[in-house]
């Protein structure tokens, strides 16, 4: 179980993050990106592109461990 804060989650500098929605549809990633931002997630946007489809994937965070 988590149990990182966002103040966590934004200065960390570790190799871990959460992905937390992947969605072909650019908005839907953007609006959840800055909800989490706003709510002080170190949150971040990925596009990616798999089988001939885009994804953007929404992540938070850089953990220093699993754990956190």
Request: without cysteine; glycine residues 8%; hydrophobic residues 45%.
């Amino acid at each position: 179980r988590p149990t990182a804060t966002a103040a966590q989650a934004a200065a960390g500098k570790g190799p871990w993050t959460i992905q937390v929605a992947a969605t072909p549809d650019y908005q839907t990633a953007l609006a959840l990106n800055l909800e989490l931002r706003r709510l002080g997630f170190a949150a971040f946007t990925a596009q990616v592109s798999s089988q001939g489809n885009t994804l953007y994937r929404v992540r938070v965070g850089r953990f220093t461990t699993r754990a956190e």
